[in-house]
């Protein structure tokens, strides 16, 4: 029987077979590590710390390649299909590297490439689709260079920064930009919102995604994630999960392998149906045995012989913040953990109720 090659022989076809795939480019061989030239004393102080930043994270920003193994039908042989790749950055010395869920989605053998050329088997450690994050691990004895990360909450429109990826498979490329705007919202992979995401200016390419978005101390303040194009090259639009949101999953993938999120126990009607009945909020279902909100005295949906619902709860606020459709509801709670107490309003047949809930953990694996 032939067995499938590891990623790590695999990575130089892969790399050469990126422009097949979106998101992926050419690689050429890596050069030998010289030392950097000296900084011109006469360049621009602005200049000056680009240069600096760009030499002091680029080690820790990496390549990632995934595949497919497909089977052959001839005495069972496999081989390996190029899925895609993009960028990661080192999370630890223990060899954790942070990307993009998009960055893995499909694969089931990974590599991931260091700046000095050297490819690794990776392992699949954990994903949250819902934030478009992964992390892989590779096993060395080398010396690894994790990032920094910078508080996101500090954050200002108008501050430089800098991204730092493989663009087109052109491993270690920087370009530099300034916050457009925070707050924004985009759609994660999974389907969901992803909140307070950064806006840049600073190109960000089909093969940047999963690297770092850097301010110019060197800290990561999020990890690139989508661009705004309609010719998939950058359009002055990218984006960045914020570094606060990494910093609270990230150590949950590492240790569970997914995200515990905090929840209700409960569930619910599609929006469009509560449209269509006119009712502003979230239609409880299903109220599951023994749940936060069982024990908050919510009840499942009552259906008559003819299938008519005929008693029902909607949840109209928590923490006092008005809930109109599930998004609210979902966005609202990611911001807290199982164990947590809030306060739901729902009403019943006319009448308003409020209880005090403790959050239950819901898996998202």
Known sequence: MTRPASLRALAPALFAAAVLAPGCGDR???????????????????????????????????????????????????????????????WDEQGHIVTNYHVVQGGEKFAVSLSDGTTYDAALIGVEPRKDLAVLKIETDAALHP?????????????????????FGLDSTLTTGVISA????????????????????????????????????????????AIYSTSGASAGIGFAVPAATIARLVPQLIRFGHVKWAGLGIAVLPDHIA???????????????????????????????????????????????QITQLVDLVDLLDDYQPGDK????????????????????VSSS
């Not at 002091?56 to 069972?76: E, I, T």
């Not at 990360?149 to 730092?164: R, T, W």
């Not at 940047?208 to 101390?217: Q, T």
């Not at 809030?342 to 953990?361: C, I, T, W």
């Open 28 to 90: 050429a061989d890596s050069d030998p590590v010289t030392a950097p030239p000296p900084i011109p004393a006469d360049l621009l102080d602005s200049e000056r710390n680009t240069i600096e930043v760009f030499r002091q994270v680029s080690p820790a920003v990496v390549y990632v390649a995934n595949a497919k193994v497909s089977r052959g039908s001839f005495l069972f042989q496999a081989e390996m299909t190029p899925q895609g790749a993009g960028s990661g950055f080192i």
């Open 182 to 225: 925070l707050g924004r919202e985009i759609e994660s992979v999974a389907g969901t919102r992803i909140e307070d995401v950064i806006q840049t200016d600073a190109s960000i390419n089909p093969g940047n995604s999963g690297g770092p978005l850097l301010d110019s101390h060197g800290r990561v303040i999020g990890i690139t994630t």
């Open 275 to 321: 449209a269509q009945w006119g009712i502003l909020g979230v239609i409880v279902k299903d109220v599951f045995p023994d749940s936060p909100a069982a024990k908050a005295g919510m009840h499942s949906m009552q259906v008559d012989r003819r299938g008519i619902a005929r008693g029902f709860d909607v949840i109209t606020r928590v923490q006092d913040r």
């Open 147 to 167: 990032v920094q990360l910078a508080d996101s909450h500090q954050l200002l429109v108008g501050q430089k920064v800098l991204a730092i990826g493989n663009p």
């Open 342 to 361: 809030v306060k739901v309003e729902f009403e019943r047949d006319g009448e308003s109720h409020r209880a005090e809930v403790e959050l239950g953990e």
